[in-house]
């Protein structure tokens, strides 16, 4: 899991990449959970706020390229 800083300097396809392995991480820690094989249930939160640290970059970048493009 990449840290904010790291977060930051990526393309926007390594931010999608970093996206879809955070989520693939998150649906991980969710089936060790129900079968009571997790246990740090705060990675669980820790790999929520990832994911939406990668969809606020990645949504940023898409509103600068819209309003460099005006």
Known sequence: MAK???????????????????????????????TGQLENTAEIGKVRKQVARINTLIR????AAAEAGQ
């Open 4 to 34: 904010k800083n790291d977060l930051v300097e990526l393309s926007l396809g390594e931010l999608i990449d970093e996206l879809r392995a955070t989520k693939q991480e998150a649906l991980n820690l969710r089936f060790r959970n129900a």
């Open 60 to 63: 940023q970048r898409e509103i």
